[in-house]
């Protein structure tokens, strides 16, 4: 056996023989179903940590859709832009779903191991850090549990320090025409994105003239597709998590339910959701 180098730091077995390439072998399965440990052998601890290993597989997809959106929308290649969001929506929604098995766990049943999981929280998903923060949703505190990992901090600083899918959407606002304010073309990336009249009004007049901006009218609704697949997976969190432990703080310092209710308030893209009471 041999192995291949992607250039992304993965490095993957290249198997020898067309024999030797059995399903088992091509997934690595042997490693992937040997690394589920259970500290304390309760029944739905195996529950707990499948599904949320598995939504982190799926954050490494969505990781790998949005980096790849941003590279399109750069270039101007909308419709290469557009099958990578519909894909993250989509895995959204497999996401989404997933919180209606995890709430199949009584508050007993999570009792049964919750004091194992010790100051460890989904509060520290750096992954899903990444991806809130390449949306636009940047906010120091999801930085912060990640310092003590210096080659995931400096990912999560080189995604801070470029623009948000969200800024290269004005960008590519800016670059069809409208009048975009500098402000929002040149600006600090790390804090969050704030409404600007002069992205309001660009939005708002290529949906009240969508036949002449059709690609981007169309490219505005994919980022609203991809809000309300976020916002959907947000809700279904919160009310697992409020199902399971009620209003108690959450493991690793977290508040809880009442930090998940916050979020829900939180925009991605505010001008689009904006321009619905105004057209």
């Given at each position: ?7 992304d ?37 195996l ?79 750096y ?32 995604i ?5 899918l ?11 025409g ?6 929002r ?6 804090k ?55 209003d ?32």
């Amino acid at each position: 056996m041999t192995e291949a180098d992607h250039g992304d730091g993965a490095i993957t077995p290249k198997l020898d023989t067309e024999k030797s390439r059995a399903y088992g072998d091509f997934l690595r399965l042997d490693e992937l179903l040997n690394i589920q440990h259970r500290f304390n052998g309760a029944h739905d601890e195996l529950l707990f940590v499948v599904i949320h290993q598995t939504s982190e597989l799926w954050f490494k997809v969505i990781l790998h859709e949005a980096r790849a959106a941003l590279q399109d929308i750069r270039q101007d290649n909308l419709r290469g832009a557009f099958k990578m969001i519909a894909r993250i929506t989509r895995i959204q929604a497999q996401l989404s779903q997933a919180w209606d098995v995890l709430g199949t766990m009584t508050p007993n049943d999570y009792l049964a191991f919750r004091d194992e999981l010790g100051d460890s929280s989904g509060f520290q998903s750096y992954q899903y850090r990444m991806f809130e923060f390449m949306l636009g949703d940047r906010q120091a505190a999801g930085f912060a549990p990640q310092q003590h990992h210096p080659h995931i901090a400096e990912e999560i600083r080189q995604i801070l320090a470029a623009p948000s899918l969200y800024d290269e959407a004005v960008a590519l606002l800016g670059r069809n025409g409208f009048a975009i304010d500098p402000s929002r073309l040149d600006r600090d990336w790390s804090k969050r994105y704030q409404r600007h009249p002069s992205v309001h009004a660009a939005w708002e007049k290529v949906y009240r003239e969508n036949k002449r901006y059709w690609e981007l009218y169309e490219f505005a609704e994919k980022l609203a597709d991809l809000e309300d697949a976020f916002q959907s997976w947000r809700f279904r969190h919160m009310r697992t998590v409020q199902r399971i432990i009620g209003d108690k703080r959450g493991t690793g310092g977290s508040s809880g339910v009442s930090y998940l209710k916050r979020a829900l308030d939180r925009e991605f893209f505010p001008e689009i959701l904006d321009i619905r009471s105004t057209l």
